[in-house]
């Protein structure tokens, strides 16, 4: 046998074996794409913000949020921040045979300021049915707003409204933060309290009678709420979180920032 035969045929050999160890092999699955969007409007302290998985080709996720908390494997979980700040929230998308592609993003959040106070619906008679004055007129009312535990007078907030007539109460009416609101109260994760007084006036005093006094948290809200709202710059919509009794319907206005 020559040599020369000898060299073709290892050669002939030593292709059909990468051939075979080549078709032999499975083909890598097609890479995966990480994409997501924040669904929540503004996200905020204290409340859920949800993540909405655009990611293509992916079997397997793992979010990180940027808090230091436990990073989550779910495809379109929800998180809840603690403070105000801005997050750098990480996304890895993985295929079936461990691929990986990554996506980031800063999300914003922020905490609620008040931007004003409204009436939408007051109890015109005391508790024994009796207009709240003897000319029968509708009460003249002192709002106030402040933390349950506050320890200044600045903590809390209010306005005087004059003698409401029955017939004449027909909208919502307030106070916004372009008069008597400051602009920086910020309304935390803990009890608040309103409060609405009748105010009359006897040998040139003034009396106050409590008409209602309701307790609650305007972060956590409980109940009916509209959870869309408007950040610092103007964007988004506003926000209404309504407290309701049988006789009383108010609610406060806020923005994120």
């Known amino acids: 046998m020559n040599r020369k035969f000898v060299e073709k045929f290892l050669t002939s050999v030593l292709i059909i074996t990468i051939l075979l160890t080549a078709c032999s092999e499975k083909d890598p699955l097609p890479l995966s ?29 793992e979010w990180d949020f940027g808090d230091g908390s436990e990073k989550s494997t779910e ?5 809840t921040y603690e403070e105000s700040a801005e997050f750098i ?29 409204y009436f939408a619906n007051i109890n015109m008679k005391d508790a024994e049915g009796n207009p709240w004055d003897d000319d029968g007129s ?4 002192l709002m106030q707003l402040g933390p349950s535990d506050f320890e ?25 933060v372009s008069n008597l609101l400051p602009e920086d109260y910020m309304l935390t994760n803990k009890e608040f309290f309103i409060l609405l007084e009748e105010v009359d006036t006897v040998e040139n005093e003034a009396v106050f009678t409590p008409m209602i006094e309701l307790r609650f948290n305007p972060v956590v809200v409980d109940g009916e709420a509209i959870t869309e709202v408007k950040r610092a710059d103007g964007s988004g919509d506003l926000t209404l979180p309504f407290i309701t009794t049988d006789e009383y319907h108010f609610f406060l206005q806020f923005e994120i920032r």
């Not at 794409?33 to 996720?61: C, G, H, M, Q, R």
């Not at 495809?75 to 998180?79: D, F, I, L």
């Not at 509708?138 to 009312?141: A, N, W």
């Open 152 to 176: 200044q007078e600045e903590e809390i907030v209010g306005f005087f409204q004059d003698s409401i007539q029955t017939e004449d109460f027909e909208t919502a009416f307030g106070i916004s």
């Open 33 to 61: 794409s990480a994409s997501f969007e924040v669904s929540t409007v503004s996200p905020e302290v204290f409340n859920e913000i949800k993540f909405e998985n655009l990611s293509t080709n992916a079997t397997s996720y």
């Open 89 to 117: 929230v990480t996304l890895k998308a993985f295929t079936q045979d461990n691929q990986v592609s990554t996506e980031t993003q800063v999300v914003r959040v922020g905490e609620r300021y008040l931007t004003g106070m």
């Open 75 to 79: 495809k379109a979980p929800r998180h």
């Open 138 to 141: 509708g009460p003249d009312v």
